[in-house]
């Protein structure tokens, strides 16, 4: 992917994340909406994985045809609001392993500290997409990143619902090799870090809480 940011502007998926915007929109299909999206969005992450030939043979005569190549895929999650973008993307793509990340922010120091992080082996030999919904600040997607990259990741995509520009300049600023998917970049963040227009807390959103 050469484009740091892709803003995926398919109108299925601008359709279905106006839907998630929308404040009355319920719990139960905030979460479906964002499984549909997150297979959207995995359609354009995914649009460079490595492919081979094999041969196999139709009905009809023997044929050399496309396969993927390499390694197993890894999609790691930036918990918890990430976990709404695994299953809809694991459908796709089946055989991905799966890491985890868990970070929160010092009250004090205001910088992330890392709580959890459990990853497949040999990043360094696979394509790493890492999921989290919203790209605020870009501090903790900044961290998970340097924390993959401590882990061996070479190959690594972001993918996220929607961006602000805060977010993506730190992205850029801290992982220039890092290409960035999204179905929106919003026009800002306000005083306490929520993306604006944005559609609020997307953790609480899928998961019902509060
Ligand atoms: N995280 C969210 O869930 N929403 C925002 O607007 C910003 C960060």
Do not use: W
Request: with cysteine; glycine share 8%.
């Amino acid at each position: 992917m050469s484009e740091h940011l892709t803003v995926v502007t398919h109108p299925l998926v601008q359709h279905k994340l106006t839907i998630m915007r929308d404040k009355d929109t319920s719990t139960a299909s905030f979460r479906q909406l964002l499984r549909e999206i997150s297979q959207l969005l995995a359609y354009e992450v995914t649009r460079e994985m490595a492919m081979t030939m094999k041969q196999i043979e139709t009905p009809m005569c023997a044929m050399d045809a496309p396969v993927l190549a390499g390694r197993k895929m890894v999609l790691v999650s930036i918990l918890r609001a990430g976990n709404g973008l695994l299953d809809g993307i694991l459908e796709l793509v089946p055989s991905a392993r799966v890491g985890f990340v868990g970070l929160y922010r010092d009250e004090e120091t205001l910088q992330p500290v890392q709580y959890y992080c459990k990853l497949p082996p040999d990043l360094g030999d696979r394509l790493v997409i890492a999921v989290d919904p919203m790209l605020a600040t870009g501090n903790s997607s900044a961290a998970a990143i340097d924390l993959l990259k401590q882990a061996g990741a070479r190959n690594i995509r972001f993918l996220c619902l929607l961006a602000a520009p805060e977010g993506v300049a730190r992205m850029k600023e801290a992982h220039p090799d890092v290409p960035i998917v999204t179905a929106a970049l919003d026009e800002r963040l306000n005083e306490k870090g929520y993306i604006v227009p944005g559609l609020g807390d997307a953790g609480d959103r899928m998961f019902g809480t509060r």
